[in-house]
């Protein structure tokens, strides 16, 4: 399936991260997926969000990602441990990036599922 191999590098990573913020940015039907997502990788040095369902697959895009059709959360949380750590839940740091993401969803009209947890750069 095409949109489906698990990346490889932490620069294809980075090219995902960029490329669904700027898929947020011009209004894509991404945006009505938001709500969805658990598991969400911060890189400080953009100062961007992704999740791990969008990021975790080469080359994504709105278009290929297809609202999550055949991708699996499981596949792309392995491959992302390579680069990303998991914060503590409630932990003074998953606290302040948490509120970055509720700032950012809620730009969109959107609230961070009860459940999500933020995965930061090693």
């Not at 991708?71 to 992302?80: A, S």
Request: hydrophobic letters at 35%; a positive charge; charged letters at 25%.
């Amino acid at each position: 399936m095409e949109g489906a191999e698990l990346v490889t590098s932490i620069d294809e990573v980075i090219i995902n991260v960029k490329q669904f913020n700027k898929d947020l940015e011009e209004g894509t039907n991404v945006v009505s997926q938001l709500t969805m997502f658990k598991h969400w990788y911060y890189i400080s040095s953009l100062g961007m969000f992704g999740p791990s369902k969008y990021i975790g697959y080469k080359n994504m895009n709105t278009f290929r990602y297809n609202r999550g059709k055949g991708k699996t959360g499981i596949d792309t949380e392995k491959v992302l441990t390579k680069w990303f750590i998991k914060l503590p839940t409630s932990s003074k740091d998953e606290n302040m990036y948490m509120d970055k993401l509720i700032g950012l969803l809620n730009s969109y009209d959107k609230k961070v599922r009860s459940n999500s947890c933020i995965h930061i750069l090693k």
